[in-house]
């Protein structure tokens, strides 16, 4: 059990990457926080990791969050420190795409993205590095990135400055936070077979003007060392890895997953 009785809140966790990240941590000990956009969906996160324990122990709950909303976000950090004593771990995963040609992206769909992405991991990094520095016992934060952290696409002007801007949030975090023995990374997986990635394969298909299976094998896995997507148990081992990492070494990185994709 590498994160035995770690307390962990995991933004969109009632879903795709945060959700296998949450059955992870979960399963090595941690006490997850589900938070998501929809309570339903988060408590039947909750519900579904807590029966899978099958010990009674009730070291799933979750959270009604919107990241973008700074009341909520507060309340549901305050919330899980309530029920659990503290937070130890940060994933800023919950995340959106749109995609669009920039001369055709909408201003109100550029705000939304940033605020999801950039808004939302300032202020759940914010609230948990409050809690975390007041407990005294330091705390690990990480941000889901993406290759496009690193790299760019057409139709993902938002997305791609959302991502990279994740990069520079988390060095400031890992100067700010050294001292209170908080670190901070930056997880960068390649394409993942989420609802995320399955509404944007038809999208992509028809702004591109190709097939489906064109849209997979020739740009979302084309630079791929052997043509394979990641899996959310890959995102989850990485989390894990970063999560369970015991000193300040590693801290103000980021550490792509994505079968060769992106090489550092
Ligand atoms: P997903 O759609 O399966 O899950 C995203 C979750 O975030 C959903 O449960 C959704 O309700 C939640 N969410 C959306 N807006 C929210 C908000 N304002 N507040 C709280 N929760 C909100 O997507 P996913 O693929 O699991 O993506 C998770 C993260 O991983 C995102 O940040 C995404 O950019 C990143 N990522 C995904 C891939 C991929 O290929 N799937 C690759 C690299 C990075």
Redesign the pocket.
């Known amino acids: 059990m590498q994160l035995k009785d770690k307390v962990a809140i995991i933004?969109?966790a009632?879903?795709?990457?945060?959700k296998e990240i949450a059955i992870e941590f979960a399963r090595e000990g941690a006490k997850v926080c589900i938070?998501?956009?929809a309570l339903d969906?988060a408590t039947a996160t909750a519900n579904e990791i807590n029966a899978s324990l099958g010990d009674g122990s009730g070291r799933a709950m979750a959270v009604a969050?919107?990241?973008?909303d700074e009341a909520q976000v507060e309340a549901g950090v305050a919330a899980t420190v309530a029920q659990f004593g503290g937070v130890d771990i940060l994933i800023s995963?919950?995340?959106?795409?749109i995609i669009s040609p920039l001369v055709d992206y909408k201003f109100e769909d550029w705000k939304r993205m940033l605020a999801?992405?950039l808004d939302?991991a300032f202020l759940t990094t914010r609230a948990c590095m409050r809690a975390m520095i007041k407990a005294g016992n330091g705390g690990t934060i990480l941000y889901?990135g993406?290759?496009h952290s690193h790299e760019a696409s057409p139709l993902k002007s938002a997305y791609v400055a959302a991502k990279h801007g994740l990069i520079g949030l988390a060095k400031v975090v890992a100067k700010e936070g050294a001292k209170d023995k908080i670190r901070a990374n930056v997880i960068c997986?390649?394409?993942?077979r989420?609802?995320?990635?399955d509404k944007q394969i038809p999208e992509q298909a028809k702004t591109l003007g190709i097939t489906e299976a064109e849209v997979i094998k020739n740009v979302m896995l084309k630079e791929t060392v052997d043509g394979e997507f990641t899996t959310v148990q890959d995102v989850a081992e990485t989390a894990l890895f970063l999560a369970a990492f015991p000193s300040n070494a590693l801290t103000g990185q980021s550490i792509t997953v994505s079968h060769g994709w992106h090489m550092q």
């Open positions: 933004t969109g009632a879903s795709g990457i945060g938070a998501d956009l969906a969050m919107n990241v973008t995963n919950a995340g959106i795409q999801i992405h939302g889901m993406s290759v997986p390649g394409f993942v989420t609802p995320l990635v």
